[in-house]
C-alpha cells in the first residue's frame, strides 16, 4: 500500500511539473541596451546603432530613421535582426563632428508571438574630424609570438 501511495504521488508530480513547464509564454521583451547610448559622444563614423532586447527577437513592422539632429538629411540604412539585437546598419560613412537623431517606432515580437510596440528616440554625437594623424593599430602587436620575417 505504502508502495502505491509514492508511485501515485510522483505520478501525479510528473503530470503538475509538465503542465506548470508547458504554460505559453506570454511576456513581450523587453529592451535592455542601445548602442549608441542616448547623449553618447565621440562615437565613431563606421558605427552600427544597435537596439538589444532580453530575449531573441522578430521585426514584424518597425521603421529605423536616422538624421542628422540639426536638419532634414536623412542618412540611408538597413535594417537586420540577429537573434536578441535589432541592428541599423548604415549604407555609407556617418559625418565626423555631428549629432544625430535615431528614431523607431513599430512593432517587435518574441518568437512566441508576444509583441510590443516601441517608439523610441534618441541622440549620440561622432568623434571630431581628427586634424592630426594617429595611430589606430599596430602590427604586429606588442608581445606578439611566431611573426614572419
Known amino acids: 500500500m505504502k508502495t502505491l501511495k509514492i508511485i501515485l504521488n510522483c505520478i501525479a508530480f510528473v503530470i503538475l511539473t509538465s503542465l506548470i513547464s508547458c504554460e505559453p509564454e506570454d511576456t513581450p521583451p523587453e529592451l535592455t541596451y542601445l548602442k549608441p547610448y542616448d547623449g553618447e559622444n565621440n562615437v565613431s563614423v563606421h558605427t552600427k546603432i544597435i537596439a538589444r532586447y532580453n530575449e531573441p527577437v522578430v521585426v514584424n513592422d518597425l521603421s529605423f530613421s536616422l538624421k542628422e539632429a540639426w536638419s532634414s538629411i536623412t542618412i540611408e540604412a538597413e535594417i537586420s535582426t540577429e537573434g536578441y539585437e535589432v541592428i541599423l546598419t548604415p549604407i555609407d560613412s556617418l559625418r565626423y563632428n555631428t549629432v544625430y537623431n535615431v528614431r523607431f517606432e513599430g512593432e517587435i515580437s518574441d518568437l512566441a508571438g508576444n509583441v510590443i510596440r516601441e517608439s523610441r528616440s534618441w541622440n549620440f554625437a561622432t568623434i571630431s574630424d581628427l586634424t592630426h594623424p594617429y595611430i ?7 608581445n606578439a609570438d611566431s611573426v614572419s620575417v
Open 136 to 142: 589606430v593599430s599596430v602590427l604586429p602587436e606588442k
